[in-house]
């Protein structure tokens, strides 16, 4: 083989292989290790909320020990309900949709951040193992009072 081709070579099999490298770590981790993005786990009519459960009665419901369901349906400008209580401790699994615009939902001190959009259902999952208040935002501007557009989760000792 020509010396040329040895470079030309040098250069191709790493240009082949990280990609290569990079579908298998992205593979690896979207099915394996089940990390993505999350949202849209479902859609819902953003007209019939008020009739289609879950989001018929947001609010907080315990569906084992320790574990928690939070329905939230979020709109201009505030989140309903306003606030969730839970024990120290609880696993709770939130579950939001929008009345009408794109909104946020960032859960402080907590790996929750959603996109809240009109139409589909977002989900996370998070632990408390410290009490005290989380402060909840709205973290996509959605008008006017989109400042003024926050709740909580309160951990009760
Ligand atoms: Cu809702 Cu910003």
Same mark, same amino acid.
């Given at each position: ?10 250069? +191709?099999?790493?240009?082949? %292989?990280i990609p290569v490298?990079m579908l =298998?770590?992205?593979? =690896? $981790? ?6 993505? +993005? ?5 859609? +819902? *009519? ?13 609010? =907080? +419901? /315990? $569906?084992?020990?320790? $574990?928690?369901? %939070? ?14 209580? #839970?024990?120290?401790?609880? /696993? #709770?699994?939130?579950?939001? $949709?929008?009345? *009408? =615009? ?18 589909? #259902?977002?989900? %996370?999952?998070?632990?408390? *193992? ?7 935002? @709205?973290?996509?501007? @959605? ?9 909580? #989760?309160?951990? /009760?000792?």
């Open positions: 083989m020509k010396r040329e081709q040895l470079y030309e070579l040098a250069w +191709v099999l790493p240009s082949i %292989a490298g =298998v770590a992205l593979l =690896v $981790t979207a099915f394996g290790m089940g990390i993505h +993005v999350p949202t849209h786990v479902g859609t +819902v *009519d953003p007209q019939h909320l008020a009739t289609t459960p879950p989001f018929d009665k947001p609010g =907080v +419901v /315990e $569906t084992a020990p320790g $574990t928690y369901h %939070a329905t939230l349906v979020a709109q201009v400008w505030f989140f309903e309900p306003k606030e969730i209580r #839970v024990p120290v401790g609880s /696993e #709770v699994t939130f579950e939001a $949709t929008s009345r *009408d =615009v794109i909104h946020g939902l960032r859960i402080q001190g907590t790996n929750v951040n959603l996109m809240i959009v009109p139409g589909q #259902v977002s989900r %996370a999952t998070a632990r408390f *193992d410290r009490p005290g208040e989380y402060l909840v935002v @709205c973290h996509e501007y @959605c008008g006017l009072g989109h400042h003024t557009m926050a709740g909580k #989760v309160i951990v /009760e000792p």
